[in-house]
């Protein structure tokens, strides 16, 4: 299984990414998809996650912030990501979880600085 994380890098607070992970080797379409993050010095969370179906879920704290949304033709999960703020610098990793199959992303840096 192989993933292609894109999309972080430094953004002013207040401005907007997009992150993208490309899936290869599995059944994308069966998995749900979930992001997570870990800034420096804390734990790995979960920011988002989309069901097979395409239903998405979020933590409180980026609800109305974030937008998780999948592409199955294309084998890719988003995250849009707006009004970010510094605490949102963090390394965003890609997650793909379907029964006891659970595959992880090497993750990529979001820094939100002035």
């Known amino acids: 299984v192989q993933f292609v994380e894109s999309g972080g890098g430094l953004v002013q607070p207040g401005g907007s990414l997009r992150l993208s992970c490309a899936v290869s080797?599995?059944?994308?379409?069966?998995?749900?998809m979930r992001w997570y993050r870990q800034a420096p010095g804390k734990e790995r969370e979960l920011v988002a996650a989309i069901s097979a179906g395409g239903s998405p879920v979020y933590s409180d704290s980026m609800e109305g912030r974030f937008t998780i949304s999948r592409d199955n033709a294309k084998n890719t999960v988003f995250l849009q990501m707006n009004s970010l703020k510094p605490e949102d610098t963090a390394v965003y990793f890609c997650n793909a979880r379907y029964l006891w199959n659970e595959y992880w992303g090497k993750g990529t840096l979001v820094t939100v600085s002035s």
């Open positions: 080797g599995l059944t994308f379409s069966t998995y749900t």
